[in-house]
Protein backbone atom coordinates (compact mmCIF):
# COMPACT_ATOMS: atom_id res chain seq x y z
CA UNK A 1 0.00 0.00 0.00
CA UNK A 2 3.01 2.38 0.91
CA UNK A 3 4.52 1.71 -2.91
CA UNK A 4 1.15 2.60 -4.00
CA UNK A 5 0.72 6.14 -2.55
CA UNK A 6 4.57 6.62 -3.34
CA UNK A 7 3.75 6.22 -7.49
CA UNK A 8 1.82 8.69 -9.52
CA UNK A 9 1.97 6.47 -12.51
CA UNK A 10 0.36 3.36 -10.30
CA UNK A 11 -2.44 6.15 -9.05
CA UNK A 12 -3.66 7.16 -12.11
CA UNK A 13 -3.45 3.90 -13.39
CA UNK A 14 -5.74 3.22 -10.59
CA UNK A 15 -8.31 6.20 -11.83
CA UNK A 16 -8.19 4.76 -15.58
CA UNK A 17 -9.19 1.04 -14.22
CA UNK A 18 -11.88 2.32 -12.36
CA UNK A 19 -13.27 4.27 -14.96
CA UNK A 20 -12.80 1.21 -17.73
CA UNK A 21 -15.20 -0.51 -15.17
CA UNK A 22 -17.49 1.60 -13.94
CA UNK A 23 -18.61 3.41 -17.60
CA UNK A 24 -19.05 -0.05 -19.23
CA UNK A 25 -21.04 -0.78 -16.10
CA UNK A 26 -22.77 1.88 -15.54
CA UNK A 27 -25.72 1.53 -18.20
CA UNK A 28 -26.96 -1.78 -16.67
CA UNK A 29 -26.79 -0.35 -13.28
CA UNK A 30 -28.77 2.31 -14.16
CA UNK A 31 -30.97 0.67 -16.10
CA UNK A 32 -31.49 -1.23 -13.41
CA UNK A 33 -31.89 1.33 -10.74
CA UNK A 34 -34.77 2.73 -13.07
CA UNK A 35 -36.45 -0.36 -13.77
CA UNK A 36 -37.15 -0.50 -10.41
CA UNK A 37 -38.65 2.35 -10.12
CA UNK A 38 -41.60 1.19 -12.88
CA UNK A 39 -45.15 0.44 -10.60
CA UNK A 40 -45.38 -3.39 -10.32
CA UNK A 41 -48.17 -3.85 -12.75
CA UNK A 42 -46.18 -2.53 -15.23
CA UNK A 43 -43.18 -4.69 -14.22
CA UNK A 44 -45.72 -8.22 -14.92
CA UNK A 45 -44.88 -10.70 -16.58
CA UNK A 46 -46.98 -9.71 -19.77
CA UNK A 47 -44.62 -9.08 -22.61
CA UNK A 48 -44.10 -5.20 -23.46
CA UNK A 49 -41.38 -5.09 -26.37
CA UNK A 50 -41.98 -5.20 -29.66
CA UNK A 51 -39.56 -8.75 -29.82
CA UNK A 52 -41.72 -10.41 -27.15
CA UNK A 53 -44.85 -9.35 -28.30
CA UNK A 54 -43.98 -10.70 -31.70
CA UNK A 55 -42.72 -13.79 -30.60
CA UNK A 56 -45.64 -14.63 -28.60
CA UNK A 57 -47.98 -13.67 -31.79
CA UNK A 58 -45.84 -16.22 -33.86
CA UNK A 59 -46.45 -18.98 -30.88
CA UNK A 60 -49.90 -18.71 -30.61
CA UNK A 61 -50.36 -18.68 -34.85
CA UNK A 62 -48.47 -22.21 -34.34
CA UNK A 63 -50.30 -23.63 -32.02
CA UNK A 64 -53.58 -22.83 -33.94
CA UNK A 65 -52.74 -25.84 -36.27
CA UNK A 66 -56.27 -27.46 -37.37
CA UNK A 67 -57.47 -25.10 -34.77
CA UNK A 68 -61.69 -24.37 -35.49
CA UNK A 69 -62.88 -20.77 -36.20
CA UNK A 70 -64.31 -20.90 -33.09
CA UNK A 71 -60.74 -21.64 -30.94
CA UNK A 72 -58.91 -18.86 -33.55
CA UNK A 73 -61.69 -16.17 -32.28
CA UNK A 74 -61.21 -17.15 -28.45
CA UNK A 75 -57.20 -16.61 -28.82
CA UNK A 76 -57.56 -13.09 -30.59
CA UNK A 77 -59.94 -12.38 -27.94
CA UNK A 78 -57.91 -13.20 -25.06
CA UNK A 79 -54.73 -11.07 -27.34
CA UNK A 80 -57.26 -8.18 -26.85
CA UNK A 81 -57.52 -8.69 -23.24
CA UNK A 82 -54.24 -8.22 -22.56
CA UNK A 83 -53.52 -5.85 -25.22
CA UNK A 84 -56.68 -3.93 -25.12
CA UNK A 85 -55.11 -0.88 -27.60
CA UNK A 86 -54.53 -3.84 -30.21
CA UNK A 87 -56.48 -4.34 -33.16
CA UNK A 88 -56.35 -7.67 -35.00
CA UNK A 89 -58.40 -9.79 -36.92
CA UNK A 90 -57.20 -13.15 -39.20
CA UNK A 91 -57.60 -13.85 -43.11
CA UNK A 92 -58.39 -17.64 -43.66
CA UNK A 93 -57.47 -19.99 -46.60
CA UNK A 94 -59.72 -18.26 -49.00
CA UNK A 95 -58.30 -14.95 -48.58
CA UNK A 96 -61.22 -13.37 -46.72
CA UNK A 97 -61.18 -11.06 -44.22
CA UNK A 98 -62.66 -12.79 -40.40
CA UNK A 99 -62.95 -12.21 -36.96
CA UNK A 100 -61.86 -8.15 -36.91
CA UNK A 101 -61.29 -6.89 -33.33
CA UNK A 102 -62.58 -4.59 -33.31
CA UNK A 103 -64.84 -4.88 -36.62
CA UNK A 104 -64.39 -1.29 -37.43
CA UNK A 105 -60.60 -1.18 -38.57
CA UNK A 106 -60.25 -0.83 -42.09
CA UNK A 107 -59.10 -3.50 -43.97
CA UNK A 108 -59.69 -5.21 -47.18
CA UNK A 109 -62.80 -8.05 -47.23
CA UNK A 110 -61.48 -9.69 -50.13
CA UNK A 111 -57.17 -10.67 -50.43
CA UNK A 112 -55.06 -10.42 -53.22
CA UNK A 113 -51.39 -11.31 -53.81
CA UNK A 114 -50.76 -7.38 -54.04
CA UNK A 115 -53.01 -6.18 -51.63
CA UNK A 116 -51.06 -8.85 -49.17
CA UNK A 117 -47.59 -7.22 -50.23
CA UNK A 118 -48.76 -3.83 -50.32
CA UNK A 119 -50.38 -4.07 -46.95
CA UNK A 120 -47.02 -5.87 -45.63
CA UNK A 121 -44.76 -2.66 -47.27
CA UNK A 122 -46.90 -0.22 -45.68
CA UNK A 123 -46.04 -1.66 -42.38
CA UNK A 124 -42.84 -3.30 -42.23
CA UNK A 125 -40.01 -1.06 -40.52
CA UNK A 126 -39.14 0.17 -37.09
CA UNK A 127 -40.58 3.39 -37.44
CA UNK A 128 -44.11 1.87 -38.83
CA UNK A 129 -47.12 2.99 -36.60
CA UNK A 130 -48.55 0.71 -35.82
CA UNK A 131 -46.52 -1.97 -34.79
CA UNK A 132 -47.38 -4.74 -37.18
CA UNK A 133 -46.63 -8.39 -36.47
CA UNK A 134 -48.10 -11.00 -39.70
CA UNK A 135 -47.61 -14.61 -38.55
CA UNK A 136 -48.74 -17.49 -40.25
CA UNK A 137 -51.83 -19.99 -38.70
CA UNK A 138 -50.00 -23.71 -37.95
CA UNK A 139 -47.81 -25.34 -39.65
CA UNK A 140 -49.85 -25.52 -43.06
CA UNK A 141 -49.61 -22.36 -45.25
CA UNK A 142 -53.02 -23.04 -46.89
CA UNK A 143 -54.39 -22.46 -43.32
CA UNK A 144 -54.50 -18.39 -43.85
CA UNK A 145 -52.83 -16.12 -42.13
CA UNK A 146 -53.43 -13.35 -38.46
CA UNK A 147 -52.64 -10.30 -38.10
CA UNK A 148 -51.46 -8.14 -34.50
CA UNK A 149 -51.20 -4.44 -34.61
CA UNK A 150 -50.53 -2.21 -31.53
CA UNK A 151 -49.88 1.74 -31.41
CA UNK A 152 -45.99 1.75 -31.12
CA UNK A 153 -46.85 4.05 -28.06
CA UNK A 154 -48.39 1.58 -26.05
CA UNK A 155 -44.66 -0.57 -26.13
CA UNK A 156 -43.85 -0.21 -22.75
CA UNK A 157 -40.17 -0.82 -23.59
CA UNK A 158 -40.66 3.04 -25.44
CA UNK A 159 -42.67 3.91 -23.18
CA UNK A 160 -39.71 3.06 -20.25
CA UNK A 161 -37.36 4.76 -22.72
CA UNK A 162 -39.34 7.51 -23.34
CA UNK A 163 -39.69 8.28 -19.50
CA UNK A 164 -36.19 7.22 -17.96
CA UNK A 165 -33.79 7.29 -21.26
CA UNK A 166 -32.88 11.40 -20.75
CA UNK A 167 -31.97 10.16 -17.21
CA UNK A 168 -30.06 7.14 -18.34
CA UNK A 169 -28.10 9.00 -20.68
CA UNK A 170 -27.69 11.92 -18.07
CA UNK A 171 -26.44 9.27 -15.49
CA UNK A 172 -24.09 7.76 -17.83
CA UNK A 173 -22.75 11.52 -18.96
CA UNK A 174 -22.06 12.27 -15.23
CA UNK A 175 -19.95 9.43 -14.54
CA UNK A 176 -18.05 10.09 -17.93
CA UNK A 177 -17.81 13.35 -16.36
CA UNK A 178 -16.53 12.25 -13.12
CA UNK A 179 -13.82 10.93 -14.77
CA UNK A 180 -12.70 13.51 -16.14
CA UNK A 181 -12.85 15.87 -13.49
CA UNK A 182 -10.98 13.06 -11.35
CA UNK A 183 -8.23 12.96 -13.85
CA UNK A 184 -8.13 16.93 -14.01
CA UNK A 185 -8.00 16.99 -10.37
CA UNK A 186 -4.76 14.63 -10.30
CA UNK A 187 -3.20 16.20 -13.08
CA UNK A 188 -4.21 19.81 -11.57
CA UNK A 189 -2.17 18.38 -7.93
CA UNK A 190 0.83 17.23 -10.17
CA UNK A 191 0.87 20.80 -11.89
CA UNK A 192 0.65 22.39 -8.72
CA UNK A 193 3.67 20.66 -6.83
CA UNK A 194 5.57 21.23 -10.48
CA UNK A 195 4.86 24.77 -10.54
CA UNK A 196 6.01 25.42 -7.00
CA UNK A 197 8.82 23.48 -7.64
CA UNK A 198 9.52 25.92 -10.57
CA UNK A 199 9.25 28.94 -8.63
CA UNK A 200 11.54 28.08 -5.98
CA UNK A 201 14.20 26.87 -8.61
CA UNK A 202 13.72 30.68 -9.99
CA UNK A 203 13.74 32.49 -6.73
CA UNK A 204 17.30 32.69 -5.07
CA UNK A 205 18.47 34.11 -1.70
CA UNK A 206 20.66 37.00 -0.82
CA UNK A 207 23.26 34.15 -1.50
CA UNK A 208 21.90 33.92 -5.34
CA UNK A 209 20.50 30.37 -4.44
CA UNK A 210 17.57 28.99 -3.98
CA UNK A 211 16.05 27.69 -0.76
CA UNK A 212 14.96 24.39 -0.13
CA UNK A 213 11.75 22.78 -0.05
CA UNK A 214 9.28 20.52 2.31
CA UNK A 215 8.92 17.07 0.90
CA UNK A 216 4.75 16.47 1.56
CA UNK A 217 5.26 13.57 -0.58
CA UNK A 218 6.95 10.70 -1.09
CA UNK A 219 6.29 9.85 -4.37
CA UNK A 220 7.81 10.78 -7.68
CA UNK A 221 7.89 14.54 -7.54
CA UNK A 222 8.95 14.30 -3.85
CA UNK A 223 11.87 12.66 -4.66
CA UNK A 224 12.61 14.92 -7.20
CA UNK A 225 12.11 17.60 -4.45
CA UNK A 226 14.50 16.05 -2.12
CA UNK A 227 17.35 16.19 -4.95
CA UNK A 228 16.99 19.55 -5.42
CA UNK A 229 17.03 20.17 -1.83
CA UNK A 230 20.64 17.85 -2.05
CA UNK A 231 21.33 20.49 -4.74
CA UNK A 232 20.65 23.40 -2.97
CA UNK A 233 22.38 22.27 0.03
CA UNK A 234 26.11 21.49 -2.22
CA UNK A 235 25.75 24.73 -3.63
CA UNK A 236 25.53 26.43 -0.24
CA UNK A 237 28.72 24.49 0.97
CA UNK A 238 30.34 25.25 -1.85
CA UNK A 239 29.53 28.67 -1.87
CA UNK A 240 30.69 28.79 1.92
CA UNK A 241 33.82 27.48 0.73
CA UNK A 242 34.13 29.82 -2.28
CA UNK A 243 33.62 32.57 0.38
CA UNK A 244 35.96 31.54 2.40
CA UNK A 245 38.63 30.97 0.60
CA UNK A 246 38.03 34.00 -1.47
CA UNK A 247 38.12 35.83 1.64
CA UNK A 248 41.71 33.89 2.79
CA UNK A 249 43.02 34.78 -0.75
CA UNK A 250 42.61 38.87 -0.20
CA UNK A 251 43.84 38.54 3.13
CA UNK A 252 46.61 36.85 1.51
CA UNK A 253 47.39 39.17 -0.73
CA UNK A 254 46.26 42.22 1.46
CA UNK A 255 49.02 40.50 3.79
CA UNK A 256 51.52 39.96 1.15
CA UNK A 257 51.56 43.70 -0.51
CA UNK A 258 51.68 45.05 3.25
CA UNK A 259 55.02 42.71 3.78
CA UNK A 260 56.26 43.16 0.47
CA UNK A 261 56.57 47.29 1.26
CA UNK A 262 58.92 47.57 3.77
CA UNK A 263 61.99 45.58 1.63
CA UNK A 264 60.94 47.51 -1.25
CA UNK A 265 61.33 50.67 0.91
CA UNK A 266 64.89 49.90 1.79
CA UNK A 267 65.90 48.72 -1.57
CA UNK A 268 64.63 52.13 -3.18
CA UNK A 269 66.91 53.68 -0.32
CA UNK A 270 69.60 51.87 -1.06
CA UNK A 271 69.42 52.74 -4.89
CA UNK A 272 68.98 56.61 -4.01
CA UNK A 273 71.93 56.45 -2.23
CA UNK A 274 74.36 54.55 -4.77
CA UNK A 275 73.20 57.52 -7.18
CA UNK A 276 75.59 59.94 -5.09
CA UNK A 277 78.30 57.80 -5.23
CA UNK A 278 80.60 58.11 -8.53
CA UNK A 279 79.53 54.80 -10.49
CA UNK A 280 81.19 53.54 -13.66
CA UNK A 281 78.51 54.05 -17.08
CA UNK A 282 77.68 50.41 -16.42
CA UNK A 283 76.98 50.48 -12.94
CA UNK A 284 74.76 53.99 -13.52
CA UNK A 285 72.41 51.70 -16.25
CA UNK A 286 72.21 49.24 -13.51
CA UNK A 287 71.07 51.25 -10.90
CA UNK A 288 68.42 53.24 -13.42
CA UNK A 289 67.42 49.39 -13.86
CA UNK A 290 66.88 48.89 -10.21
CA UNK A 291 64.68 52.40 -9.54
CA UNK A 292 62.52 51.70 -12.45
CA UNK A 293 62.24 47.71 -11.86
CA UNK A 294 61.65 49.05 -8.04
CA UNK A 295 58.68 51.86 -9.27
CA UNK A 296 57.34 48.23 -11.23
CA UNK A 297 56.91 46.50 -8.23
CA UNK A 298 55.41 49.23 -6.10
CA UNK A 299 52.80 49.94 -8.87
CA UNK A 300 51.89 46.26 -8.88
CA UNK A 301 51.54 45.78 -5.05
CA UNK A 302 49.33 49.26 -5.25
CA UNK A 303 47.49 47.86 -8.08
CA UNK A 304 46.97 44.17 -6.09
CA UNK A 305 46.33 45.72 -2.61
CA UNK A 306 43.70 48.42 -3.96
CA UNK A 307 41.89 44.99 -6.15
CA UNK A 308 41.49 43.55 -3.18
CA UNK A 309 40.44 46.23 -1.27
CA UNK A 310 38.06 46.87 -4.15
CA UNK A 311 36.85 42.90 -4.11
CA UNK A 312 36.09 43.44 0.07
CA UNK A 313 34.31 46.17 -0.39
CA UNK A 314 36.96 48.13 1.80
CA UNK A 315 37.12 50.79 -0.52
CA UNK A 316 33.86 52.28 -1.06
CA UNK A 317 32.77 54.79 -3.99
CA UNK A 318 31.94 58.07 -3.03
CA UNK A 319 30.27 59.84 -5.81
CA UNK A 320 29.81 63.61 -6.16
CA UNK A 321 28.91 65.83 -8.83
CA UNK A 322 32.57 66.54 -10.26
CA UNK A 323 33.25 68.86 -13.21
CA UNK A 324 35.37 66.47 -15.56
CA UNK A 325 37.28 68.86 -17.71
CA UNK A 326 39.46 70.02 -14.38
CA UNK A 327 39.62 66.53 -13.20
CA UNK A 328 41.09 65.64 -16.83
CA UNK A 329 43.25 68.49 -17.09
CA UNK A 330 44.77 67.68 -13.52
CA UNK A 331 45.74 64.23 -14.01
CA UNK A 332 47.19 64.80 -17.70
CA UNK A 333 49.30 67.64 -15.95
CA UNK A 334 50.27 64.95 -13.51
CA UNK A 335 51.60 62.48 -16.22
CA UNK A 336 52.78 64.82 -18.86
CA UNK A 337 56.19 65.18 -16.91
CA UNK A 338 56.26 60.81 -17.68
CA UNK A 339 55.51 61.14 -21.17
CA UNK A 340 57.98 64.11 -22.25
CA UNK A 341 60.87 61.94 -20.91
CA UNK A 342 59.52 58.70 -23.16
CA UNK A 343 59.27 61.58 -25.90
CA UNK A 344 55.41 61.15 -26.36
CA UNK A 345 53.95 63.22 -28.84
CA UNK A 346 51.06 64.38 -26.66
CA UNK A 347 47.23 65.65 -28.11
CA UNK A 348 44.61 67.03 -26.06
CA UNK A 349 41.34 67.99 -27.50
CA UNK A 350 39.03 69.55 -25.11
CA UNK A 351 35.57 71.35 -25.58
CA UNK A 352 35.28 74.66 -24.43
CA UNK A 353 32.61 73.97 -21.79
CA UNK A 354 32.75 71.74 -19.07
CA UNK A 355 30.44 69.14 -17.61
CA UNK A 356 29.82 67.44 -14.27
CA UNK A 357 29.02 63.63 -13.93
CA UNK A 358 27.96 62.05 -10.45
CA UNK A 359 31.69 60.21 -9.88
CA UNK A 360 34.03 59.66 -7.09
CA UNK A 361 37.08 62.12 -8.05
CA UNK A 362 39.34 59.61 -6.61
CA UNK A 363 38.64 56.22 -8.63
CA UNK A 364 38.33 58.44 -11.71
CA UNK A 365 41.89 59.51 -10.86
CA UNK A 366 43.32 56.29 -10.60
CA UNK A 367 41.07 55.15 -13.48
CA UNK A 368 42.91 57.48 -15.69
CA UNK A 369 46.29 56.46 -13.70
CA UNK A 370 45.96 53.10 -14.58
CA UNK A 371 45.54 53.46 -18.52
CA UNK A 372 48.26 56.61 -18.60
CA UNK A 373 50.83 53.97 -17.16
CA UNK A 374 49.38 51.18 -18.99
CA UNK A 375 50.23 53.07 -22.04
CA UNK A 376 53.70 53.96 -20.77
CA UNK A 377 54.32 50.52 -20.26
CA UNK A 378 53.14 49.01 -22.99
CA UNK A 379 52.76 51.44 -25.82
CA UNK A 380 55.66 53.19 -25.49
CA UNK A 381 56.91 52.29 -28.95
CA UNK A 382 54.25 54.24 -30.40
CA UNK A 383 55.36 57.76 -28.84
CA UNK A 384 51.57 58.94 -29.01
CA UNK A 385 48.96 59.53 -26.42
CA UNK A 386 45.93 61.37 -27.15
CA UNK A 387 42.87 62.66 -24.52
CA UNK A 388 40.22 63.46 -25.97
CA UNK A 389 36.20 64.78 -24.94
CA UNK A 390 33.96 64.24 -27.55
CA UNK A 391 30.11 64.10 -26.83
CA UNK A 392 30.95 64.36 -23.23
CA UNK A 393 33.01 60.83 -24.28
CA UNK A 394 36.17 60.58 -22.73
CA UNK A 395 38.69 58.72 -24.98
CA UNK A 396 42.40 57.84 -24.56
CA UNK A 397 44.37 56.88 -27.58
CA UNK A 398 47.63 55.09 -28.06
CA UNK A 399 50.09 54.24 -31.08
CA UNK A 400 51.38 50.78 -29.78
CA UNK A 401 50.89 47.34 -30.41
CA UNK A 402 47.42 46.94 -28.84
CA UNK A 403 46.14 44.34 -26.62
CA UNK A 404 46.58 41.44 -28.76
CA UNK A 405 50.17 42.45 -28.98
CA UNK A 406 53.81 41.73 -27.35
CA UNK A 407 54.94 44.13 -24.59
CA UNK A 408 58.00 43.51 -23.14
CA UNK A 409 56.26 44.71 -19.27
CA UNK A 410 53.26 42.50 -19.80
CA UNK A 411 52.02 41.39 -17.05
CA UNK A 412 48.41 40.04 -15.26
CA UNK A 413 46.37 43.33 -16.38
CA UNK A 414 45.43 44.28 -12.34
CA UNK A 415 45.19 47.64 -13.38
CA UNK A 416 42.65 47.01 -16.22
CA UNK A 417 40.63 45.03 -13.63
CA UNK A 418 40.67 47.55 -11.29
CA UNK A 419 39.25 50.05 -14.16
CA UNK A 420 36.91 47.73 -15.23
CA UNK A 421 35.41 47.02 -11.31
CA UNK A 422 35.39 51.01 -11.06
CA UNK A 423 33.70 52.16 -14.07
CA UNK A 424 30.99 49.43 -13.18
CA UNK A 425 30.77 50.59 -9.84
CA UNK A 426 30.21 53.87 -10.87
CA UNK A 427 27.51 53.35 -13.19
CA UNK A 428 29.77 54.09 -16.82
CA UNK A 429 30.55 52.61 -19.69
CA UNK A 430 33.99 51.43 -21.22
CA UNK A 431 34.76 50.41 -24.36
CA UNK A 432 38.30 48.92 -25.91
CA UNK A 433 39.15 49.46 -29.36
CA UNK A 434 42.64 47.37 -29.70
CA UNK A 435 44.49 46.51 -33.27
CA UNK A 436 48.21 46.42 -34.29
CA UNK A 437 47.96 50.02 -34.56
CA UNK A 438 47.19 50.86 -31.29
CA UNK A 439 44.01 50.88 -27.93
CA UNK A 440 41.32 53.23 -28.13
CA UNK A 441 39.64 53.51 -24.52
CA UNK A 442 36.35 55.20 -24.66
CA UNK A 443 35.03 56.01 -21.13
CA UNK A 444 31.18 57.32 -21.17
CA UNK A 445 27.91 57.24 -18.78
CA UNK A 446 25.47 54.99 -19.62
Known amino acids: MKKFRNSLLKQYLLIIFIATMILPLSIPLLSASFYRLEEPEIRSELPSSSSSIEKTWKEAAKNLTGASDGQIRDKLLEFKNLYPEATMFRVDETGTTRDKIPSSIPVPTVWTASSVIQFIQENRGYQADPFTVVSLIGENPGEGFMVLQIPRSELKSNDWFNKYGYWLLTGTFLVLILFIVASSLFFYNIRKRLVHLQQAMEMSGDDGIPSSLAVKKDDEIGRLVKSFNRMVKELKLGKERERKEEKLRKELVANISHDLRTPLTAIRGHAYSLKKEALSKS????????????????????????????????????????????????????????????????????????????????????????????????????????????????????????????????????????????VKEMGLNWEVETGGHGTKNIIRKE
Request: hydrophobic letters at 40%; a negative charge; proline letters at 4%.
Open 283 to 422: GQESLNIIDEKTDYIGQLIDNLLSYSLLTGGKYPCQPEKTDMLRLLRTSVATWYPVFEEHQFEIVLDFPEKSFTWEVDPQWMNRILDNLFQNIVRHARDGKFVALRVVNESIIIEDHGPGMTGVSMQKGAGVGLSIVSLM
